[in-house]
């Protein structure tokens, strides 16, 4: 893959400017320095928003999908007076993105559905899942090892939302002895470099979560696009 960000970064922000009303937008981090950049480097931005109205998130990734590439994973974050986008494309592309608005807002008191619970963090499993490339790539395996454990905590964290949805509450004095399968798969590693263990262990993930997702009727096809991202950073 080749280095796209300062090119991007340019349409990016002609993008910010017809999406929404924008007070200024900064770049931060190692696009001011292009001798820093390479095919791993996201583009970090700080947009300064001109009124207090929450970002349309799902009417932003639907825009940026038309725009570059649709969203493969994100990762969202609420706070009194910023939200916090981190987000990767089917391209490879990554953006790091902080909404900074002019005052203080209201906190938001969480009482989200089992699907939209279920979606955050299968979109965040996938987000992740490029981090892991990323990581391998620059040749930090401890970090990489890091975060493809997350990623087997995020699909026992789906399983538990879904127990709680099944028996309407989440407050389990018992539990009824349920299989965790990807234990299982931890328990057969067998390869000899830790770059091979972590690419195991994310894959299989990967393909456990895309069952998951198959189950309860969602796209389950994201293996196949995660290995299509690893073949483009290799490039």
Not at 74 to 92: A, Q
């Amino acid at each position: 893959m080749d280095i796209w960000q300062i090119e991007v970064a340019r349409e990016f922000k002609a993008f910010l400017y017809g999406f929404i009303e924008i007070k200024e937008v900064k770049f931060i981090g190692s696009i001011l320095k292009p001798d820093l950049l390479d095919m791993f480097s996201d583009v970090d931005v700080v947009i300064y928003l001109l009124d207090n109205c929450d970002l349309d998130l799902n009417g932003f990734l639907n825009a940026l999908t038309e725009k570059f590439s649709p969203v493969f994973g994100c990762e969202f974050f609420r706070d009194d007076n910023k939200d916090m986008l981190r987000l990767c494309l089917e391209n490879g592309w990554r953006f790091d993105l902080t909404f900074i608005y002019p005052e203080l807002r209201e906190p938001v008191i969480e009482n989200s559905s089992f699907t939209d619970k279920v979606d955050s963090v299968i979109s965040k499993f996938w987000f992740i899942a490029v981090m892991v490339l990323v990581k391998l790539g620059r040749k930090d395996n401890l970090i990489a090892s890091h975060l493809v454990l997350e990623l087997c905590q995020l699909i026992i964290v789906i399983q538990m939302i879904i127990r709680d949805n099944d028996k309407s509450t989440e407050i389990h004095r018992f539990g009824n002895s349920e299989d965790v399968p990807i234990l299982h798969k931890l328990a057969s590693l067998s390869k000899s470099k830790c770059e091979d263990e972590v690419l195991f262990i994310l894959y299989q993930a990967a393909e456990h979560i895309d069952e998951i997702s198959s189950s309860l009727g969602k796209n389950a096809n994201q293996t196949e696009k995660l290995k299509e991202i690893r073949s483009r950073f290799e490039k």
